[in-house]
Structures are given as C-alpha cells and as structure tokens.
C-alpha cells in the first residue's frame, strides 16, 4: 500500500472547488492508497458545532485514512515523519500559505514529494 498526505486550507478558498479537486486526488492515487492528513476529526467538529463537510468529503472519498489531528490542532512533525516512512507523496490542493505553507516547507525539508492541484 502506498500513502499519500493531502493538504489544504478552507480560508478563503471555495469549498466546491476543493472538493472537486480532492476527488480527483482519489482517481489519482487508486485504490491502493492510505490517505493522512491533519483535518480535525468528526467528534470535534460537532463538538466545535461546525459543519461536517471536510470530514464528509474525506470519509466519503478516501476508504483508508490516517487522521493526525490532537488536542487541537494538526500534527505536523508526525505526518512529516510518518511520510518520511512511507515514502508518501503530498498533494496540495489548492493555495500554499499558512498552515499548509508550514507543512510543505516541512516536507520539501524532509524531501517528499509535493504535488499542487490548482484551483480553477
């Protein structure tokens, strides 16, 4: 099984786009993928009373997911080392600032592979 990271930011980018683009992330990697990111998990999100829509996409596009999210906040350091591991590749969809900015200087550091889906 190969592993791929997948990145992205909500903040001023628009979700219907994203979430076109994330699916075609999964045509892209098969069916022989785990899928790891940092988005904060379902019990949060209601918690939190925000909507469900980034762990629908993911759930509903992905079947294997490694969810690196705890108290709070992404697990940056451990995807790093996790894809280091693995050998994963990232796919960046979307603008690369902010949150996602940290983490793919993280990985170029660590020399994984970055693949950036534009938005249209």
Do not use: W
């Amino acid at each position: 099984m190969k592993a791929v990271i997948l990145a992205f930011t909500l903040k001023d980018q628009d979700f219907d786009k994203i979430a076109e683009a994330v699916k075609s992330v999964k045509n892209f990697v098969g069916e022989d993928y785990i899928v790891i990111h940092g988005f904060m998990p379902r019990a949060e999100v209601i918690e939190k009373g925000f909507d469900t829509k980034v762990v629908d996409l993911l759930e509903s596009t992905f079947d294997i997911r490694l969810n690196m999210y705890k108290d709070g906040k992404p697990l940056r350091k451990e995807m790093v080392e996790v894809g280091v591991k693995l050998n994963a590749r990232v796919v960046v969809v979307g603008e690369i600032r902010d949150g996602v900015k940290e983490e793919v200087d993280m990985y170029v550091e660590n020399g994984l592979t970055i693949l950036q889906k534009l938005l249209a």
